[in-house]
C-alpha cells in the first residue's frame, strides 16, 4: 500500500471488508478515472452474463491506466463499483471479484445497483480516484 495514503477504519461502526474513510496528504496528485469497463482490445464487452469475469476485466482494464498514470491498485483512494442488476447476489459476486483483485487494500468504496450501464452486455463498471507522489512542474511521470 502506499504508505502515505492513510485507509480509516472505524471501531464504532459495524465491521466491514472495506475502510470507511481514506486521508491523502496535501503533497499528493489526485488520479480522478473515467469508468473502468469490462471492454477488451476490441472495443467489445465479453463474458454476456459473467458478473464475476466482468468485474476481473474491469479492474484490470484499470490496472492498465493506472500503471499508464505512474500508479497502481494500492494508491486507490476511493471506488464506486456500478452493477447492472436488481438482484443483490449479482453485486456481492462482482463486489467480492473485485475485492479479490485489491487483496489487502481494502479501499473506501460505494457499491450500487443500476438499471443500465452503457456499453451492450455491460454489467459492471468501476469508477476510482487514486493518489501519487506529486511531479515537478512539467515533469512526465514514468510509463513501462
Known sequence: MNKKISLIRSSHLAEVDYAYAARVPADMDLLFLAGA?????EGEVPHANDYDLQAKLCVENMRL??????ASLEDVVYTRVLVASQNQSDLVTAWDAIREEFG???????????TVLGYTNQLVE??????V???ANGEEREVD
Request: hydrophobic content about 35%; glycine content about 6%; aromatic content about 0%.
Open 104 to 114: 489487502d487494500h481494502d479501499v473506501p468504496s460505494t457499491l450500487s445497483g443500476v
Open 126 to 131: 468501476i469508477e476510482a480516484i487514486a493518489a
Open 133 to 135: 507522489e506529486k511531479r
Open 37 to 41: 469497463c469490462p471492454l477488451n482490445k
Open 65 to 70: 491506466v493506472l500503471k499508464e498514470s505512474g
